[in-house]
């Protein structure tokens, strides 16, 4: 069954350090992947997406995620994390039958001062 | 361009009562989500429509919920009657035919006393 795992439920980083969250997908096919965050109180905003070509791509804010295929992984990166990447973080996987998303169960972002 | 549209942002109703969450997706795109996200369960899909026709609607928890889209600008969710259980954030989503990233609305918290 195709799944997604994000296995850290919370993390926390100090303003300026790096980040990188952890997604894992379980799909038979070449996977479409999404990396939304959420703002408290907003709905989710679209970071970056991999469909296929290059592994590493660029998103908004600085993120960028890189597809391990050979991992299972697509996770999400920042060199220097801003007070205001506080949010939660979500990974999804579009099955391409029926073109639904698969939602991870998040990762909640607090940065320390 | 405007984003996916929702209203109302919040709502408080008590047990019994019938709700009404509204949809307006971004011009031009052809498929349309509902979610419902709470702490215990996540984002999870309710129903889509596609041009107007609901696909699925496997989501839907029972036959208190009903979902409809008269027109490619609008759409909504009704529960009747509420109950406390339905308590969540309800959020909007489109996209356009051929693409595969959503793009979500801000949301409707839904508060059933």
């Known amino acids: 069954a195709q799944s997604v795992t994000q296995p850290d439920i919370h993390i926390t980083v100090s303003e300026g350090a790096s980040l990188e969250l952890r997604c894992n997908y379980s799909y038979g096919a070449t996977p479409y992947l999404f990396w939304y965050v959420q703002s408290p109180g907003q709905g989710l905003q679209l970071l970056l997406k991999?469909?296929?070509?290059?592994?590493l791509v660029q998103g908004i804010k600085g993120f960028e995620a890189e597809f391990k295929r050979s991992q299972s992984s697509f996770n999400l990166r920042k060199p220097s994390v801003h007070w205001s990447d506080a949010a939660e973080y979500f990974c999804a996987v579009v099955n391409s039958g029926t073109y639904k998303y698969i939602f991870g169960t998040g990762t909640r972002l607090k940065v320390l001062a | 361009d405007a984003g996916v549209i929702q209203s109302p942002r919040h709502e408080v109703t008590e047990m019994g009562q019938e709700v009404t969450l509204r949809c307006k997706p971004i011009?031009?795109?052809?498929?349309l989500f509902w979610y419902r996200q709470t702490m215990m369960r996540g984002l999870e899909l309710l129903i889509y429509?596609?041009?107007?026709?609901?696909?699925?609607d496997s989501g839907m928890p029972e036959d208190r919920f009903s979902a409809k889209m008269p027109n490619a600008s609008f759409s909504t969710l009704k529960i009747q009657p509420s109950e406390p259980r339905d308590s969540a954030v309800y959020f909007c989503?489109?996209?356009?035919?051929?693409?595969?990233?959503?793009?979500f609305g801000p949301g409707t918290r839904l508060t059933v006393l």
């Open positions: 011009s031009g795109h052809d498929y």
């Open positions: 989503a489109s996209r356009r035919q051929g693409r595969h990233e959503q793009f």
């Open positions: 991999y469909f296929s070509g290059d592994t």
């Open positions: 429509f596609n041009n107007n026709v609901p696909i699925d």
